[in-house]
């Protein structure tokens, strides 16, 4: 199978080789479109986090040792540096040598810590990674939950008091409820719900999935939006091709966990519509542009890795809810483009992103704050195992 060949022969292997940081523990926080590391880059939370839930879903899908080591490499750092053993919750940044740089609570960094503590868990049966996605749950629970108008804040100071630069980076609204960090809640409560099956937990996943039909995705355009105030004041217009692909599969996959015959129907029926909506993000050689300014009438027309294994999931998911054969058709189309265009064929991974001509964008890195093998890993890892499903 190709994706197999390709997250066993290029994506884990240029992790395992590239990466690791042998001085200072976990990982490089920057390696360049050419495999050079810039070895005092800082190091990110949701990197870390992101290798961590990777290399231990590919353990358990594999068995490989090779796998398990570099998980518990990024579970060891995790535990040791970006665990704030005082205050609880984790730190967004560290230095190369893992002193504390930035110290805020960015929800979307706990999240992402729960989506691989029990990705961990599972592979390992390690019950401190369990208890450590179980404590992290709560925190946020306790500090980020807007108890009297729903959904979560954005970002906390460190000790958890409100701060107002309030954005995961620098391209994002600084506003305080965002469908990104929810989405991210979302899929991190699934992961956790399939093994804890928490009272709390429950109502917490069964809230957060009703809170994407209610405010996030728009019944008109099936596209979602981004931005809200405190209010639910949506303050955004902007199209992100990406995300509407990620969230139409990981919302019905969440649901599927759940299991609550109503919004298993609710989200198989939004998953297949946002997912044929989806075509008017695609180009005609297959890629999936970025993003698209509606009130500008502008589309940027760059196409990014990460939404091209979005985009081959999502369509899949709804080939295989819908059997309507335009989404495999979608789907061969995805990869194919993966394979000629965002595949680096001569230093390992996939780019950052290519032009509407296929130029690839090699100013920017090839793994790093952002830039981490969660995406195309798991793209591969869902092909695999939903084709295996198909064939069965």
């Known amino acids: 199978m190709e994706v197999e060949q390709e997250l066993k022969g290029n994506i884990l292997p240029y992790w395992m080789k590239y990466t690791p940081d042998q001085i200072y523990g976990g990982f490089y926080g920057h390696v360049t479109h050419s495999n050079q590391v810039v070895q ?3 190091k990110g939370a949701v990197q870390n986090a992101r290798i961590l839930w990777t290399f231990a879903a590919a353990s358990r899908m594999y068995g490989d040792p090779s796998y398990l080591d570099t998980a518990r490499r990024a579970y060891e750092y995790i535990q040791e540096f970006f665990l704030d053993k005082d205050l609880g919750g984790i730190y967004w940044e560290l230095s190369y040598q893992g002193e504390v740089s930035a110290s805020r609570k960015q929800i979307y960094a706990l999240a992402f810590t729960i989506y691989a503590m029990v990705e961990y868990h599972k592979a390992t049966g390690e019950e401190k990674a369990l208890s450590t996605a179980i404590s992290l749950f709560q925190e946020i629970e306790s500090n980020a939950f807007d108890k009297e108008r729903n959904g979560y804040t954005e970002a906390l100071s460190r000790d958890w008091k409100p701060v107002k630069d309030l954005r995961l980076s620098e391209k994002d609204d600084n506003e305080s409820k965002t469908m990104n960090t929810h989405l991210h809640i979302l899929e991190a409560y699934a992961n956790l719900y399939r093994v804890w099956k928490d009272p709390r937990l429950e109502g917490a996943l069964e809230n957060i ?25 949506l303050k955004s217009s902007l199209v992100s091709f990406g995300h509407d692909i990620e969230c139409s599969w990981l919302l019905h996959e969440a649901a599927e966990v759940l299991g609550k015959p109503e919004l298993l129907e609710q989200t198989s029926r939004m998953a297949v519509g946002m997912a044929r909506k989806n075509f008017t993000g695609l180009d005609r050689d297959g890629g999936l542009f970025y993003e698209f300014f509606p009130v500008e009438e502008k589309l940027d027309r760059d196409k990014h890795w990460w939404p091209q294994a979005e985009a081959m999931v999502g369509y899949f998911n709804a080939y295989q809810l819908s ?13 194919k483009f993966i394979k ?5 064929h001569e230093y390992g991974e996939w780019y950052w992103s290519v032009n509407r001509d296929g130029v690839p964008q090699t100013e920017k890195e090839k793994a790093g704050f952002w830039k981490c093998p969660y995406h195309n890993g798991r793209a591969c890892m869902e092909m695999i195992r939903r084709i295996e499903q198909t064939i069965d």
């Open 209 to 233: 999935i009703k809170l994407f039909p209610d405010k996030f995705v728009n019944p008109e355009t099936l596209h979602l939006n981004l931005f809200f105030d405190d209010d639910w004041k």
């Open 323 to 335: 059997g309507d054969r335009e989404f495999a058709l979608k789907t061969h189309h995805s990869w």
């Open 40 to 42: 005092k880059a800082n």
């Open 340 to 344: 000629d265009k965002i595949i680096d």
